[in-house]
């Protein structure tokens, strides 16, 4: 800390024994060493700051140059507390209370914002390093954080909190920092989302909530612009030939398909598909943008590959879907029964989550047979749990293999706006009927 401004003739010694202390010196114990190196430092070169005690010679503030004063048995240079300009005085007191541990949680986020308001308002906040030779040379968090004995980060952790606090004083109530960080953080998704909320009813008013385009994935992708998606959440297919081992019609493997669509699903397909999903979908989405991909168990490790390659950011182990209790079997004398799916999940680099600490696995039931509009077609429930993890409303979400439309559905309940893509002409028929219906159901 830069020398305190007081009038030198103010200044007188004491023996510091005649010095009252109200409390126990400061962390004394905890910081022994600190006091010892300040005590060897007063011995050599002398005290350069004086302690500051009131008229009944009680200690106002500067409870570790007192400790090393007993310590190194020297006299104590001392002043009245109104020898002190106020600024000074309050910068005293302010770190004082923080080596007393004397503040609540949200107290000392705010003292210690104050007293780096209160340098910075004295030496500029143009560059590192404290004053040298009464020459104005700026004051930065670090040197706050030297101040105080504390990391630079943890300084600006807490100012950032103390910002909060001030904004909503109800903070104050609270225990912990990490109480109060925690509904800080809460606290701002909600803000997001409601600025989300209003942004998608202002664009809503001049465009629709949805656009559903029937075509191959391939050729769309290309024409859509760079960094303009949000999320790219979709389900192609999976290069397993489906269609040879599908449950069909009264619950068997194989004969006729219930939905009556069928699609390419031969593993050549698939991975020619996927190779382009994955490069066109990097750079269709923005620096804060995230992908969703349900894949095959069997191309799972491959297709993290190919996202790699691309730029994406891969978590090297899948979401799991689980789906049901009894599980699908062809075999069931030989094999367990199939009753999970994977998710690939990847994020641009600096990517973060809107809801943080999810678990890795979802649990909903999948769409009943009778139900589907389309073979491989995803619940709703489990889409708009994908989109909520990752992306707020009024963003954009890409689905390049829409089939009849789930995903489209499922950010319009989110209040995303969403591209639906989709090659097959039943598919993309049902699609649109089925956002009619939305959109039917939603006027009411």
Not at 82 to 97: H, K, S
Not at 195 to 214: D, H, I, P, R, S
Not at 427 to 439: D, L, P
């Amino acid at each position: 800390m830069e020398q305190v401004i007081v009038d030198q003739s103010k200044i007188f010694s004491m023996n510091p024994l005649e010095i009252k202390v109200k409390d126990e010196l400061p962390r004394i114990r905890k910081e022994i060493g600190q006091i010892e190196e300040l005590a060897n430092s007063l011995k050599k070169f002398g005290q350069l700051q004086p302690i500051v005690i009131n008229k009944n010679n009680e200690l106002v503030a500067g409870g570790r140059r007192l400790a090393a004063c007993l310590l190194a048995e020297i006299d104590a240079k001392v002043c009245y507390f109104d020898a002190v300009d106020p600024d000074t005085m309050r910068e005293l007191e302010i770190e004082e209370n923080i080596q007393r541990k004397a503040f609540t949680a949200a107290e000392e986020c705010l003292a210690l914002e104050e007293i780096h308001r209160i340098k910075q308002s004295k030496y500029g906040d143009t560059g590192p390093g404290a004053p040298k030779d009464g020459k104005k040379v700026g004051w930065s968090l670090e040197d706050t954080a030297k101040l105080v004995g504390r990391t630079k980060s943890s300084v600006a952790a807490d100012i950032l909190l103390a910002q909060a606090i001030k904004n909503f004083p109800e903070l104050k109530k609270l225990d912990t920092k990490s109480e109060i960080r925690s509904v800080v953080k809460s606290m701002d998704r909600v803000a997001q989302q409601m600025e989300g909320l209003a942004k998608y009813e202002e664009t809503v008013k001049q465009a629709t909530e949805f656009v559903l385009v029937n075509r191959a994935m391939e050729k769309h992708i290309i024409g859509i612009p760079d960094a303009s998606i949000d999320l790219v959440l979709t389900d192609p297919p999976y290069g397993i030939d489906i269609f040879d081992m599908a449950i069909g019609v009264g619950g068997k493997t194989g004969g006729e398909n219930s939905t009556g669509v069928e699609y390419e699903d031969s593993e050549e397909y698939a991975k020619n598909l996927l190779s382009i999903l994955a490069t066109e979908s990097f750079r269709i989405t923005k620096d804060s943008g995230h992908a969703y991909i349900f894949c095959a168990p069997s191309n799972f490790w491959w297709l993290v590959e190919e996202m790699k390659s691309a730029g994406w950011t891969v978590r090297e182990r899948p979401i799991i879907w689980i789906k049901r209790e009894s599980g699908q079997n062809n075999q069931p004398s030989m094999w367990p029964s199939s009753a999970y799916e994977f998710i690939l999940f990847a994020r641009k680099q600096n990517a973060k989550l809107v809801q943080e600490g999810r678990v890795d696995w979802i649990q909903v039931d999948p769409v009943a047979i009778s139900a589907k509009l389309h073979q491989a077609e995803k619940p709703i429930p489990l889409l708009k749990e994908l989109i909520a993890r990752t992306t707020l409303p009024g963003q954009y979400i890409y689905d390049p293999f829409a089939g009849s439309g789930s995903t489209i559905e499922a950010a319009a309940e989110m209040k995303v706006f969403s591209i639906g893509c989709e090659i097959d002409v039943k598919s993309y028929a049902a699609m649109i009927t089925r956002m009619q219906v939305w959109k039917e159901k939603v006027s009411k």
